[in-house]
């Protein structure tokens, strides 16, 4: 697993108003359930460590928790109830896209100072946890 050491970027992930009592974790390469924790409808922040690396075509997001798709996607999933840990029936996850690499990203990450932060809505319209692709906007934060 990628630990703080091993990275030079922190992704800081901020899910809002999660369903009470609906378990959250991050979900690895693997598929096993990371840092699961219960919610009790305050803000869950899960603190991922990645790297951002030059790859043969462009910069690109790596580590233990971030996941591709296709040449360029790059995302973190945040499962729910089941695929979290939780023994209940059914279980989402919510997939969340890292973004593109710039300029301030890439030299702040060669500081080994570069923290990204992105909030998400945790609640769906139904009032269960939120899943499939959500939309963030990324920011990085002064350190």
């Known amino acids: ?6 990275s030079n970027v922190m ?8 369903p009470k009592g609906v378990m959250h974790s991050l979900q690895g390469k693997d598929g096993a ?11 869950l922040v899960f603190e991922i460590p990645a790297r ?6 462009a910069w690109r997001f790596l580590g233990e928790f ?3 798709e296709g040449k360029t996607r790059r995302f973190v999933y945040v499962a729910t109830g089941q695929q979290a840990g939780q023994h209940v029936e059914g279980g989402r996850r919510a997939k969340v896209d890292l973004p593109e690499p710039t300029p301030a ?13 992105a ?22 934060v002064t350190l």
């Open 1 to 6: 697993m990628t630990n703080a050491r091993d």
């Open 11 to 18: 992704l800081r992930l901020c899910v809002i108003d999660p």
């Open 33 to 43: 359930a990371v840092d699961a924790r219960m919610s009790v409808g305050t803000t």
């Open 52 to 57: 951002l690396e030059a790859g043969n075509v």
């Open 66 to 68: 971030v996941r591709t």
């Open 105 to 117: 990203m890439i030299r702040a990450s060669g500081a080994g100072r570069l923290v990204l932060e």
């Open 119 to 140: 909030s998400y809505a945790g609640t769906d319209a139904k009032g269960g946890a939120i899943c499939a692709t959500v939309k963030v906007d990324w920011k990085i």
